[in-house]
């Protein structure tokens, strides 16, 4: 299957910026590169795994026309455009200096894979400014679990019958405990399903927070990992989380720095007219995966099917919540819309979502249920 940000990508082949997709590890970047690679007709391009330390050399050379040499070694023509495909270019520092030198003097056309954000920023802020153009890649979302499974697919937007709705809720509470990893997805044993989830979990830690961290306690970062995944839509509040740890303040900022720069959590801020306030704000935290958060803590299904709802909101928009003083509040505001997230939405959950939503004047207001109840059928489900 293709993902759907292959069309995007597919878009902008002929442009004269570097595409950089990156994300977390397993999300499927390098088979996304690959059909990209297969799709251009011509045959001036190239794929290089830069995992691969015998590709690495290429780019130990100090003079950048001799590492242009190497790729004419392997085939590439200065007769017509190159396309170089650079995967897991987080092993070579010196690759955004390479790809920005033969930007410049060659116009090649360069697709990029990166697994760390936090690495990529730091690299690329200045040598590849107005040059690239970032994309993240996700787990996948519904849509693509369906189209991956064979089972089907149901467009988002459509109004789903009760009949409709059974057919689809196996897959679902499938995709909402095992979560959107390909390499998840495909297995079909559960012990399979959860020996990927901890090669996942094994992988990103390995080399994400002990090969690019470089924290003095490894441990502690992995038990603020299983602390966050215990509390997944809830309120981070720094000082119990440092002292729960016993550590500073500080460590704990600069873990979740981390945590989210890698891709492995999102902290979402709230929601406020007031720019102040929102800034203000205590930030709640989200995994990158729901199959995750259900495989490392025994959190609440609730929150587990929460958080992957999230995940599935991110690619509209910056996603908030807002909460009153009093402790009323809406799960999550999107691009001025608000969505309410239960396990059962009835009339009562929709009565105050509408006034909630009403007075922050929000224009779309879905209450999200699990299970197809009343409500949902009086209403219309929608997918």
């Known amino acids: 299957m293709r993902r759907k940000l292959y069309g995007r990508i597919m878009e902008r082949v002929e442009?004269?910026?570097?595409?950089?997709?990156?994300?977390?590890?397993?999300?499927?970047?390098?088979?996304?590169?690959?059909?990209?690679?297969?799709?251009?007709?011509?045959?001036?391009?190239?794929?290089?795994?830069?995992?691969?330390?015998?590709?690495?050399?290429?780019?130990?050379?100090?003079?950048?026309?001799a590492i242009r040499y190497q790729f004419e070694?392997?085939?590439?023509?200065?007769?017509?455009?190159?396309?170089?495909?650079?995967?897991?270019?987080?092993?070579?520092?010196?690759?955004?200096?390479?790809?920005?030198?033969?930007?410049?003097?060659?116009?090649?056309?360069?697709?990029?894979?990166?697994?760390?954000?936090?690495?990529?920023?730091n690299l690329f802020s200045e040598s590849l400014a107005g040059r690239k153009i970032i994309y993240e890649l996700s787990p996948l979302d519904f849509e693509e679990f369906?189209?991956?499974?064979?089972?089907?697919?149901?467009?988002?937007?459509?109004?789903?019958?009760?009949?409709?709705?059974?057919?689809?809720?196996?897959?679902?509470?499938?995709?909402?405990?095992?979560?959107?990893?390909?390499?998840?997805?495909?297995?079909?044993?559960?012990?399979?399903?959860k020996e990927g989830l901890d090669d996942i979990f094994t992988a990103y830690f390995n080399k994400e927070v002990l090969g690019i961290g470089g924290f003095r306690n490894n441990q502690t970062v992995r038990d603020l990992i299983l602390l966050l995944a215990a509390r997944v839509g809830s309120r981070v509040e720094v000082a119990k989380l440092a002292a729960e740890l016993g550590v500073t303040r500080v460590s704990v900022n600069d873990y979740l720095a981390f945590l989210e720069g890698t891709y492995f959590i999102s902290l979402i801020g709230r929601y406020s007219t007031d720019r102040d306030v929102e800034a203000r704000g205590a930030k709640k935290v989200y995994l990158c995966d729901s199959g995750l958060v259900n495989h490392l803590t025994r959190a609440d299904w609730g929150k587990v099917f929460e958080n992957a709802v999230y995940n599935q909101l991110r690619t509209r928009g910056e996603v908030k919540y807002y909460q009153r003083k009093s402790g009323a509040e809406i799960d999550f505001v999107v691009d001025g819309s608000a969505f309410e997230v239960k396990m059962n939405g009835d009339d009562r959950d929709r009565r105050k979502l509408e006034e909630r939503a009403g007075e922050l004047k929000l224009g779309e207001r879905s209450l999200v249920s699990f299970e197809f109840t009343k409500a949902m059928a009086k209403y219309g489900f929608e997918l």
């Open 73 to 121: 070694v392997l085939g590439i023509s200065r007769s017509e455009r190159a396309y170089i495909f650079l995967d897991e270019i987080q092993f070579v520092k010196n690759a955004p200096s390479v790809v920005k030198y033969l930007l410049d003097h060659y116009q090649f056309k360069f697709f990029l894979t990166g697994s760390s954000s936090f690495y990529l920023k």
């Open 146 to 193: 369906l189209e991956l499974k064979g089972a089907g697919l149901v467009r988002g937007g459509g109004k789903v019958t009760e009949a409709i709705y059974e057919l689809f809720s196996p897959w679902y509470r499938e995709y909402v405990e095992f979560g959107g990893f390909p390499g998840v997805v495909t297995k079909t044993a559960v012990e399979e399903k």
């Open 15 to 65: 442009g004269p910026e570097a595409v950089v997709v990156t994300g977390m590890r397993r999300v499927g970047k390098t088979t996304l590169l690959k059909q990209v690679y297969d799709s251009i007709p011509s045959g001036n391009k190239i794929f290089l795994d830069l995992e691969n330390p015998v590709n690495q050399k290429y780019f130990e050379e100090e003079n950048y026309e």
